[in-house]
């Protein structure tokens, strides 16, 4: 229920609100015409405004102005009317409607507008190509799905401040032309037409202003944040999104995630998502990859990995051998008591490939005497007691691959997770969990050097002398295998973190031009600090249950970064171009 309109000419009663309690009052509403009926010589309007729809009913009168103005309303006109609240008669009653009990003997309407005929109906809720909808997005935004879902975003953002500001955080914005903030993307740049030649960035995220916050002493941030990643777009991703940027001075991890499992525990409340209460588990990097093949695992469902690398090594296939004598792993995943065609099991080795392996390997385990045996075309390689350490039961389905240990778990663990879709695995419930103890650095073959697993401000644990085995202070949320943010406790010693920048390829100079402003206020007294963020867009889609961002995003773009409503990114006059002191193309 809304609060009472300021009653002017066009209304004095939210449409959807009105009930029986009414029945007797004469009440002005305004909106859009949702639908139309012409019954029996009546004609019945249902009226739609942001509260909900309400039965307007049109009697016929000889000569009456407000029935010919009823005949000529199409849907999405715009109306006010003033009638009378009356009870439905028990028979017409509509239970699916709040306002289902009564309607409005209209007494006057006044159309304000009308509308051509809309590129699609606003009050059907089937299917639509998406180009179409994002490029009529005013008339999309008046379909249910979309107001609901911006309804759930607003109340999630809402429940975030209110909690947070309980909390003793202060709610600061940062700016939105500034220099690079180094998050692993490429940056969206402008140029500066007062100096030819220097380009602002836009964030990738607040992260350096927060922390210059900390060291300001305002001890609890937060701020609902846009964010600016110029990347090639996978599937479900924006160029510019939104986060919840939080941090906090004098803090450790428990800080952080207990102040986060309070937080998120009310926004899965208000999204009616029934999760476990707090405190959620925390599973190691190496637990998550280990079983599941990925730092952000769903275990809802089983068809766990197994590192099988001991009990076959030694055995005639090369493919195997080879992979084990150059150091990697073979990992199996034990797929249950499945029957899948030649043909699908050859076509699990693209699934595979998508997620950075090569190839996998099949066999059906099956009963024989005394020990089990495979059917494969790789059975006749390995010896019995293989077979045997291989594990599974007779029926089951085992996948291998070998490969760098790291490829072939994270291989399986994107197999694992299309597997579970198409054998149609339950997946009751929902599952939170934090992992934790990240590796610091990944080594970048291609590149020759170490690349943060988060970000080079994220505190490492371990010695600096020994790049590849130290661990960071990072962790991230995970819901139901989609990552919902993550966050690491900083760098607040000016030495660690010139030392963590040079290990990444950034040598003093570059790091005092680039980053000098952070460098020279961690000389200036840095409380140790640390935070988190968390994706807004993505916590909404899953408290919505919708399968994509853009469904909650009132004017989101496309995936290839384009805006069918304004045409944007588009050229600009070359007047404009020449101003900036770029060259027309
Ligand atoms: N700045 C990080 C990010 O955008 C989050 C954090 O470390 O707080 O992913």
């Not at 220097?198 to 002493?217: E, N, R, V």
């Not at 000389?523 to 408290?543: E, F, Q, S, T």
């Amino acid at each position: 229920m809304k609060r009472a309109p300021r009653a002017n000419p066009y209304r004095d009663r939210w449409a959807g609100d009105l009930r029986a309690d009414a029945v007797g009052a004469t009440v002005t509403v305004a909106g859009w015409v949702h639908r139309r009926r012409d019954h029996g010589g009546l004609i019945f309007l249902d009226l739609r405004d942001r509260s909900g729809l309400l039965q307007l009913v049109i009697h016929p009168q000889p000569g009456d102005e407000t029935f010919a103005a009823a005949e000529a309303l199409r849907p999405e006109h715009v109306v006010s009317v003033t009638g009378e609240v009356v009870a439905r008669e028990a028979g017409n009653v509509n239970s699916d409607l709040s306002t289902g009990e009564i309607e409005i003997a209209v007494r006057e309407l006044r159309t304000l507008a009308e509308a051509q005929t809309p590129p699609f109906p606003v009050d059907e809720d089937r299917p639509l190509d998406e180009m179409t909808r994002l490029r009529h997005r005013a008339i999309d935004l008046r379909r249910e799905t979309m107001r609901t879902a911006l309804e759930l975003r607003h109340e999630v953002v809402a429940t975030i401040r209110g909690h947070l500001g309980e909390h003793d955080f202060l709610e600061i914005e940062t700016p939105i032309l500034t220099r690079s903030t180094p998050e692993g993307a490429r940056d969206f740049l402008v140029p500066n037409r007062r100096e030819p030649g220097t380009w602002y960035a836009l964030p990738q995220s607040p992260q350096l202003f927060k922390q210059l916050l900390m060291i300001g002493g305002y001890e609890r941030y937060f701020q609902i944040a846009r964010c600016f990643r110029d990347e090639d777009m996978r599937a479900d991703r924006q160029a510019e999104f939104t986060q919840l940027d939080v941090e906090l001075a004098f803090v450790e991890e428990d800080d952080v995630l207990e102040l986060v499992e309070g937080l998120m525990a009310r926004v899965f409340e208000v999204g009616g998502f029934d999760v476990p209460p707090p405190p959620w588990d925390r599973v190691t990097y190496a637990q998550a990859l280990a079983r599941y093949g990925s730092d952000r695992p769903d275990r809802r469902f089983g068809l766990e990995l197994r590192d099988v690398s001991d009990a076959l090594r030694g055995s005639q296939f090369k493919v195997f051998q080879s992979v084990l004598d150059s150091g990697g792993a073979v990992v199996v995943l034990n797929a249950g008591r499945v029957e899948l065609s030649r043909s699908e099991l050859d076509g699990l080795n693209e699934v595979v490939q998508r997620h950075g392996g090569k190839a996998v390997a099949w066999a059906f385990v099956e009963s024989g005497p005394p020990t089990p045996s495979w059917r494969s075309p790789i059975a006749k390689f390995f010896t019995p007691q293989q077979i045997a350490a291989a594990g599974g039961e007779p029926g089951d389905l085992l996948l291998f691959a070998a490969d760098d240990r790291q490829v072939a778990l994270e291989a399986l663990g994107g197999l694992r997770v299309e597997l579970a879709q198409r054998l149609g695995l339950e997946r009751s419930g929902h599952d939170v969990l934090w992992v934790v103890d990240f590796p610091m650095f990944g080594w970048n073959a291609g590149e020759e050097r170490w690349d943060p697993l988060h970000h080079p401000f994220t505190a490492p644990t371990g010695s600096l002398d020994d790049p590849g085995s130290l661990g960071s202070r990072n962790y991230d949320l995970v819901a139901d295998g989609v990552e919902l943010g993550g966050g690491s406790i900083r760098i607040h010693e000016a030495e660690v973190q010139q030392k963590v920048l040079d290990l990444i390829g950034i040598d003093a100079d570059d790091a005092q031009r680039r980053f000098g402003f952070l460098l020279d206020a961690l000389r200036h007294g840095a409380p140790p600090h640390g935070g988190i963020a968390l994706g807004i867009d993505r916590i909404v889609a899953m408290l919505a249950g919708r399968d994509s961002i853009r469904d909650v995003i009132a004017f989101p773009k496309t995936a290839s970064g384009a805006d069918p409503l304004t045409g944007a990114p588009a050229a600009v006059d070359e007047r404009q171009v020449r101003e900036l002191g770029l060259r027309p193309l």
